[in-house]
């Protein structure tokens, strides 16, 4: 089906099934800007079931140690005003990949063919039956942030409209459900992070916002992380089966830790960061908390070890000005019951905590935990200049100097406090090509990564033009 989109009173046209896949160099100045164009050398792969699937020559990635291989699950038909966001990604047992990811930007509501009915379906669903080298679209859904995971008997993706949404497949990906609406209460807000299953319950979280920001807000610091739960053999299309833990802002956590003077936060006064510069854009917004990973203590030497089980914690992202620093919260099942109350952690001295070291955590960044190895598994950005002023700062850095996005890599640690550094998943060849927002998951004795990203014709670091899918080979072998 071809569709048509119309910018700045001009209409062209693009494969609107057909997710185009093509080789490139990151950063390669003579990548196409459009889709659907016979002299990109873009092959076009047999179909499946009606599916259309694009293959196309994995080609080397720019020199990493850990992936010599990337391929490009969705290219932008318009770089400048159509951006790839919120890449997900979970394995299923029998080896099979399933990716989530929408579009944003002002130009994805000119696409002719956008479904329109309650909502608007901006976001796709993806398979891969070889290790990520072809895929093929299942679906298209409605939401934002969307995260697929694996239950007891079918397979799930849950996102946002601003209240929370879920589809469901009990064929193994290949054909999904109407979305159900989860809640009527307020904004929600999330990205695609870890998922936990323990003692036969799903968990992961998702951030609440009681009242709408505005246009130009960016209300990190009135998020509240809600830890969600259900059992694994529940229909979780049924909005009963959900349990909501409380709401903790991160203005309510500061009224019980005091403000986090002593490690610089905020870094920079809230506001613009060089006001004297015509044209300066960088602002530093309110600290807070966002994008909230789940992971259980499985060690029971760790301090925070639950003998019970029934305790999680909770590393979100930090938003400080600086760098590598993640928010902590946990959060304890009542006994009896499914319920889960979000609070403060402690040190064994009893003072509250608000941070932990986290190498990235002031970006978004996601965890697994591998029960083979016993490690978990980090995948966040590095920063390598964040003391630069920012006025000083080349035009195409995104925001302020702690927000480089063009490095992506690997750590692991075995409790979740002392990471050491694996090596490096993937690098733009500047700091608009990012690669960002990854999401992992393991199959079998691999690690697959899928990132938001961008080449030359990308708009910004931030609003890239491409998800990118990339495999580290025998990863466990990268431990020491």
């Not at 928010?327 to 941070?355: D, H, I």
Request: glycine residues 8%.
């Amino acid at each position: 089906m071809v569709e048509a989109i119309t910018l700045n009173g001009n209409t062209e046209h693009e494969d609107a099934r057909v997710m185009r896949r093509r080789s490139f160099l990151a950063g390669s100045a003579t990548a196409a800007a459009c889709l659907g164009m016979p002299e990109m050398g873009i092959a076009t792969a047999a179909t499946s079931d009606n599916h259309p699937a694009i293959r196309s020559s994995l080609t080397p990635a720019l020199p990493s140690p850990l992936t010599g291989e990337h391929a490009v699950l969705w290219s932008s038909p318009y770089p400048e005003r159509i951006y790839g966001a919120s890449p997900g990604l979970t394995s299923l047992p029998n080896g099979t990949l399933i990716a989530t990811y929408d579009q944003t930007g002002g130009g994805v509501r000119k696409l002719a063919s956008l479904r329109r009915d309650r909502w608007p379906w901006t976001g796709t669903i993806a398979t891969s039956a070889d290790g990520g080298a072809t895929w093929i679209e299942r679906s298209r859904m409605p939401m934002h942030h969307a995260r697929p995971f694996v239950s007891a008997k079918s397979i799930y993706v849950l996102g946002q409209v601003g209240d929370l949404l879920i589809m469901g497949s009990h064929d193994g990906g290949e054909t999904w459900s109407d979305p159900v609406q989860l809640t009527r209460d307020g904004v929600w807000s999330g990205a695609p992070t870890s998922v936990v299953v323990h003692d036969g319950r799903i968990h992961l979280a998702m951030e609440h916002q009681a009242v709408a920001s505005t246009r130009d807000e960016w209300p990190v610091s009135r998020l509240a992380p809600v830890v969600l739960s259900a059992s694994a053999y529940d229909d979780l299309l049924e909005p009963g089966a959900w349990s909501f833990s409380n709401k903790l802002t991160f203005a309510d956590a500061l009224g019980e830790t005091g403000p986090a003077h002593v490690i610089g936060s905020p870094f920079f006064k809230p506001g613009l960061t060089a006001p004297h510069n015509v044209g300066d854009r960088r602002m530093m917004e309110e600290p807070g908390w966002l994008e909230t990973n789940l992971v259980r203590i499985e060690d029971p030497d760790h301090i925070w070890f639950d003998p019970t089980g029934g305790t999680l914690h909770l590393l979100m992202r930090a938003h400080t000005g600086s760098t590598n620093m993640a928010c902590v919260l946990k959060a304890v099942r009542s006994p009896g019951t499914n319920e889960m109350t979000v609070s403060l952690e402690r040190a064994p001295s009893g003072n509250p905590m608000l941070y932990l070291p986290l190498p990235g955590g002031h970006l978004k960044f996601h965890i697994v935990h591998d029960p083979v190895g016993r490690l978990y598994w980090l995948a966040s950005n590095q920063s390598t200049d964040s003391m630069t002023r920012p006025e000083k700062l080349p035009q195409e850095r995104y925001n302020l100097p702690n927000n480089e996005r063009n490095r992506l890599v690997l750590h692991f640690s075995r409790n979740c406090v002392d990471w050491c550094f694996a090596g490096t998943i993937a690098k733009g060849e500047d700091q608009r090509q990012a690669r960002s927002y990854p999401s992992i998951a393991i199959h079998g004795d691999d690690l697959g990564v899928l990132a938001r990203s961008g080449d030359a014709l990308s708009a910004s670091a931030h609003n890239g033009n491409l998800i990118t899918y990339h495999t580290i080979p025998r990863f466990r072998d990268l431990s020491y």
